[in-house]
T-cell receptor, first 111, second 116 residues
Framework: SQTIHQWPATLVQPVGSPLSLECTVE??????LYWYRQAAGRGLQLLFY??????ISSEVPQNLSASRPQDRQFILSSKKLLLSDSGFYLC??????????FGQGTRLTVV | GQQLNQSPQSMFIQEGEDVSMNCTSS?????WLWYKQEPGEGPVLLIA?????ELTSNGRLTAQFGITRKDSFLNISASIPSDVGIYFC????????????????FGQGTILTVHP
């Protein structure tokens, strides 16, 4: 069966510091991968998606970037965090390009 | 862009009551997904709907794909305390070329509280 792992679970970072969140998927090959952000426990906003190694599409302008160095690895990064980057970040993969399955999420607090 | 409107925004019910929530859009969707999210966790897929008029159950949960393709409903029967959480509807959205690549747009969620 497929599993998706995200880490760390929580992170507190000072403004201006770098960020690296990692996500890996097991049990499937060539998945589509996604990073979503959720503010204040409400709706999810798609940040990035990737259909293959090295292929990244950004959905919204922001202070973040994403990379996919391996088939089942997706990384969310920032060179300098802003207060507004705080939120709950979720990695996901899709089956049949429709049903998305999410990781446990990372709670990021920028102070 | 495509937006999903969920209602109600929150519900406070007694254990044993039935719950109904819905999701509407001004655009047509070919798939409707319902998720549940518990505090500090990622959303978990409850039900997926693929055909207009489709009615699908998952235990005490039942969801329907509206005939107009612009709405969907989720019902929970005989609620229990562990039903507490945020329920989201979601659907795939497309770029200008009509390909979704699995990208989802989400409603703002319905917060469900169940009193024992």
């Amino acid at each position: 069966s497929q599993t998706i792992h995200q880490w760390p679970a929580t992170l507190v970072q000072p403004v201006g510091s770098p960020l690296s969140l990692e996500c890996t998927v097991e049990g499937t090959s060539n998945p589509n991968l996604y990073w979503y952000r959720q503010a204040a426990g409400r709706g999810l906003q798609l940040l990035f998606y990737s259909v293959g190694i090295g292929q990244i599409s950004s959905e919204v302008p922001q202070n973040l970037s994403a990379s996919r160095p391996q088939d089942r690895q997706f990384i969310l990064s920032s060179k300098k965090l802003l207060l507004s980057d705080s939120g709950f970040y979720l990695c996901a993969w899709t089956r049949l390009n429709t049903e998305a399955f999410f990781g446990q999420g990372t709670r990021l607090t920028v102070v | 862009g495509q937006q999903l409107n969920q209602s109600p925004q929150s519900m406070f019910i007694q254990e044993g009551e039935d719950v109904s929530m819905n999701c509407t859009s001004s655009s047509i969707f070919n798939t409707w997904l319902w998720y549940k999210q518990e505090p500090g966790e990622g959303p978990v897929l409850l039900i997926a709907l693929y055909k207009a008029g489709e009615l699908t159950s998952n235990g005490r949960l039942t969801a329907q794909f509206g005939i107009t393709r612009k709405d969907s409903f989720l019902n929970i029967s005989a609620s229990i305390p562990s039903d507490v959480g945020i329920y989201f509807c979601a659907g795939p959205y497309s770029n200008a070329g009509g390909t979704s690549y699995g990208k989802l747009t989400f409603g703002q969620g319905t917060i469900l509280t169940v009193h024992p």
